[in-house]
C-alpha cells in the first residue's frame, strides 16, 4: 500500500462557488421504473428487472429483439453475477476495463463442445466465393446472416462464427431451421418473415442453459419492481482538474453496488484512493490550512451519497458535518458529509426489506455528481425542517499562503470566507400507519473560514491580512516499511 493511505490519507474537497436548487431536500417520489433514461426497467412478461450496467449494454446493443426478455434478476452464479434472457446471459466482470465490465456468456460454444458434423469442421483456408472468411475461428459468414451480424453488433455482440449454415431441430419449439452457431448466439432463419427485422432470429439459448441448470431457476421467482427510492445532485462548476477526476473515479466506485437488508454501507469500503488506483493530489484543508493531499474531492461524493440515503429514509448511522461550510454544499447549510481515511467514515442501513442498489454518475461536462438508491418502496416518507442556524460568527481577516507551483505574479482565491455558526436540519421518515420509523437532528457546527489565497514568487501579500507558512508538500519515503505521520499538519481532520 502506498505510503500516504498510512498517512491519514485525506478524503476532501476543493472549494468554489456553486448554487443549487433547495428542492433537492424534499421528498424524493418513485420515478415510472420504465422511463427513459432510468436506471432500471422493468419487464411485467417475466416479473424481473434490468438495470444500470446491464441495462445500457441491452439497449445500445439490441434490446428486447435481440436478448429477449429477462428470465431472472442478478444473482451470483460460477462466482460471478450473471443475469439469463432467453437469448443470452449476461456476465459482470468488475475485475475487467470498463468496456468489458458486461459481457456475455459462450453460449454457442457451449451447446456445440464436442460437435463433430461436417458443418463444425475447421476451414483450413478461405474456400473462396461471396462469403467472408475468419481465419480466427475457420469458418465462412455470408448472406442473411452476414448483414443481421454486421447490422446487429457484430463480433463484440455474437462473437466470431464457428459454424457453417446448417440444418437443425430447435429442441424448445421442435421447428427444424436453417441456423449457425456463433461464440455468443444461434442464427435461424425465417423465410416466412424474409424481407423483414425478422427474418434472421436469435434461439432462446439463454432459456435451453438456464432449463440445464436446476439451481440457478430457483431465480426465475419474480421479482418486484425496483423503483428510484432517493437521489440527489450537487455540483463542481468551478473545480480544477484534479479534483474532477477524482470524483469521476471515486463516483464509478459505487455504480452498481447492491446493499442487502439490514446491511450497513461503508463509504470507506468501496475502494484504495490512492494514487496507485489513479487519484491526484487536490487541495484540502489541513490542520487549518489549504495543502494538497491525495484524493481531493471525494467529500464531494460522499455528500452526494448521504443526501441520496438520507432522502430515500434510509437509516445514516455515522454521519459528521464539515468543519467550515462548504460552497458546493450551502444551498442546504448542515446537509453534508465529510469523510477521511481512517477514522471518519460515512455509512448508512439498508432497513428496507429487500436489497437497495446504488446507481452513480458524474457528468463532467455538466459538472454534476448524482446517487440514485433503487429498491422496493415501503412507503416510508421523508419530510424537512430548517436548516435552523444561531450563534453565528462573521470570519476575519483573509489567509494568504505561498504557493511556489504558482507562476511569478500569480494569485488565486481558493476559498471565498462564510461565516461559522451551529446549524440544525431535521430530518423525519414515517411508515404509512403513521409511525415515525427516523427522526434525525443533523446538528454540524461550522467554524467561521477567512478568505483563502495563495500566491507565486514575486508577490507581497496586502496589508492586514494573516500570511502562514508556505504549502506544504508530503512525499512518499523512497524505502522502508511506513511509519506514522508527525508534525502539526496531522493533527486534526482533513476537511473541505
Known amino acids: 500500500m502506498h505510503y500516504r493511505m498510512l498517512l491519514l490519507l485525506a478524503i476532501a474537497c476543493i472549494l468554489a462557488t456553486w448554487s443549487f436548487t433547495p428542492a433537492e431536500a424534499a421528498p424524493i417520489a418513485p420515478a415510472p421504473p420504465t422511463a427513459e433514461g432510468t436506471a432500471y426497467a422493468y419487464f411485467p412478461e417475466t416479473g424481473h428487472n434490468i438495470g444500470r450496467a446491464i441495462k445500457r449494454f441491452y439497449d445500445t446493443q439490441g434490446g428486447l429483439d435481440i436478448f429477449g426478455l429477462p428470465l431472472t434478476e442478478v444473482f451470483v452464479e460460477d462466482g460471478m453475477q450473471v443475469q439469463y434472457f432467453e437469448r443470452a446471459r449476461f456476465e459482470l466482470h468488475p475485475e475487467l476495463p470498463p468496456e468489458f465490465y458486461v459481457s456475455l456468456t459462450l453460449v454457442g460454444r457451449h451447446f456445440t463442445e464436442g460437435r463433430t458434423e461436417p458443418a463444425f469442421q475447421w476451414l483450413p483456408a478461405d474456400p473462396g466465393g461471396d462469403h467472408t472468411f475468419f481465419p480466427e475461428s475457420g469458418h465462412t459468414l455470408g448472406g442473411a446472416f452476414r448483414g443481421f451480424w454486421r447490422g446487429r453488433g457484430g463480433l463484440a455482440t455474437f462473437g466470431y462464427p464457428i459454424s457453417e449454415e446448417f440444418g437443425e431441430i430447435n429442441p424448445l419449439d421442435g421447428q427444424f431451421y436453417v441456423v449457425q452457431y456463433f461464440e455468443r448466439a444461434r442464427f435461424e432463419y425465417h ?46 462548476r468551478t473545480s480544477a482538474s484534479e479534483r474532477r477526476g477524482n470524483i469521476a473515479r471515486a463516483t464509478a466506485l459505487f455504480d452498481g ?8 454501507h461503508s463509504f470507506l469500503s468501496a475502494g484504495n484512493f490512492s494514487e496507485e488506483e489513479g487519484f491526484v493530489e487536490g487541495y484540502a484543508i489541513v490542520g487549518g490550512k489549504l495543502e494538497k493531499v491525495v484524493g481531493g474531492g471525494l467529500c464531494q461524493v460522499a455528500t452526494t451519497l448521504f443526501r441520496a440515503a438520507s432522502n430515500a429514509g434510509m437509516e445514516i448511522t455515522d454521519r459528521a ?19 477521511f481515511s481512517p ?5 448508512w442501513r439498508n432497513d428496507t426489506a429487500g436489497p437497495v442498489t446504488i446507481a452513480s454518475s458524474a457528468d463532467l461536462d455538466a459538472s454534476t455528481v448524482t446517487f440514485e438508491l433503487w429498491g422496493t418502496p415501503d412507503g ?9 442556524t444561531k450563534h453565528v460568527t462573521q470570519p476575519g481577516k483573509a ?16 476559498v471565498h470566507g462564510r461565516p461559522g455558526m451551529d446549524v440544525n436540519y431535521i430530518r423525519t421518515v414515517t411508515m404509512p400507519d403513521g409511525s415515525v420509523k427516523h427522526y434525525d437532528n443533523y446538528f454540524t457546527h461550522y467554524q467561521p473560514w477567512n478568505d483563502f489565497y495563495t500566491y507565486g514568487p514575486g508577490v507581497q501579500p496586502p496589508a492586514g491580512v494573516q500570511v502562514i507558512d508556505p504549502r506544504v508538500t508530503y512525499a512518499p519515503r ?10 502539526p499538519a496531522y493533527r486534526q481532520p482533513r476537511d473541505d
Not at 201 to 214: A, I
Not at 257 to 264: I, K, S
Not at 321 to 339: K, P, R
Not at 380 to 388: A, E, I, L, M, N
Open 191 to 236: 423465410p416466412e418473415h424474409a424481407g423483414t427485422p425478422y427474418e434472421v432470429q436469435l434461439s432462446q439459448l439463454g432459456r435451453q442453459l438456464l432449463n440445464e441448470r436446476p439451481a440457478a431457476q430457483a431465480a426465475i421467482v419474480p421479482a418486484q419492481p425496483m423503483l428510484l427510492l432517493g437521489k440527489a445532485t450537487t455540483g463542481f
Open 257 to 264: 453496488v447492491v446493499v442487502q437488508p439490514g446491511q450497513e
Open 321 to 339: 458535518g464539515h468543519t467550515y461550510v462548504v460552497y458546493f454544499y450551502e444551498n442546504i447549510l448542515g446537509f453534508d458529509a465529510t469523510v
Open 343 to 347: 477514522t471518519r467514515d460515512f455509512k
Open 380 to 388: 416510508r416518507k421523508v419530510s424537512y425542517q430548517g436548516p435552523f
Open 399 to 414: 489567509t494568504w499562503q505561498y504557493d511556489k507551483e504558482l507562476r511569478a505574479g500569480q494569485v488565486k482565491q481558493l
Open 478 to 487: 523512497p524505502s522502508g516499511p511506513p511509519r506514522p505521520p508527525s508534525g
